[in-house]
């Protein structure tokens, strides 16, 4: 089946620099490409998706990008502030063992924007 | 709308007890599905529904079962429960619209937190 992979596991940052977080996938088939963001003790929250039809897709601060040649797509949030520490997640749909909605999530990576 | 809804919030259960998860959405969302959520694991797939009377395992079936009697409510059940389902279980749903049609949005519920003693 699908694999997502992500990294970095965790990442620290200076408010107002820039981050930066990188997925990988296993299924050339995948087509949806979605990010959560969820803080402390709440759900998972869509923050920005991609698909396979797209190569970059901005709003406001936050961007994604895609490489369906090497399988692999990037969260990035520029001018970070303290609200953005939070845990995120890649995703990966639509691939040939998955089908349609079935998500495969990445293993998360905890941010933190430090004062 | 109350979107994606679950209950109990926080649960304790003793090894070997049977309890029910419940999820209910109001969006008429036909994609319904149960994940659970292990620290540094990220989201796993337990079972999945594609519409009323149609259910599917994920990644990680073992000891849970699922049914989907109506399109709003997909309960997960589970039948005798271990330490290792002490987890956050999380209910999500959306469309079965086709890719990229902008339907693929899945929506969380707020999540259950299960104790297994």
New interface residues.
């Given amino acids: 089946g699908e694999n997502v992979e992500q990294h970095p596991s965790t990442l620290s940052v200076q408010e107002g620099d820039s981050a930066v977080i990188k997925c990988t996938y296993s299924d050339s088939a995948s087509n949806y490409f979605p990010w959560y963001k969820q803080e402390l003790g709440k759900r998972p929250q869509l923050i920005i998706d991609i698909r396979s039809n797209v190569g970059e897709k901005k709003d406001q601060r936050i961007a994604v990008t895609l490489n369906k040649t090497a399988k692999h797509f990037s969260l990035h949030i520029t001018e970070t502030q303290p609200e953005d520490s939070a845990v995120y997640f890649c995703a990966a749909s639509g691939g040939l063992t998955g089908g349609g909605n079935k998500l495969t999530f990445g293993t998360g990576t905890q941010l933190k924007v430090e004062l | 709308n109350a979107g994606v809804t679950q209950t109990p919030k926080f649960q304790v259960l003793k090894t070997g007890q049977s309890m029910t998860l419940q999820c209910a959405q109001d969006m008429n969302h036909e ?1 319904m ?1 149960w ?1 659970r959520q292990d620290p ?6 337990i079972h ?1 529904s ?1 519409g009323a009377g149609i259910t599917d395992q ?2 990680v079936p073992n000891g849970y079962n699922v049914s989907r009697s109506t399109t709003e409510d997909f309960p997960l059940r589970l039948l005798s429960a271990a330490p290792s389902q002490t987890s956050v279980y ?1 209910c999500a749903s ?1 469309y ?1 619209g086709t ?2 049609s902008g339907q ?8 259950t937190r299960l104790l297994v003693l």
């Fill in positions: 994609y599905s994940y540094g694991m990220g989201l796993r797939l999945y594609v994920g990644e999380f959306s079965t890719s990229g693929e949005t899945q929506y969380f519920g707020p999540g």
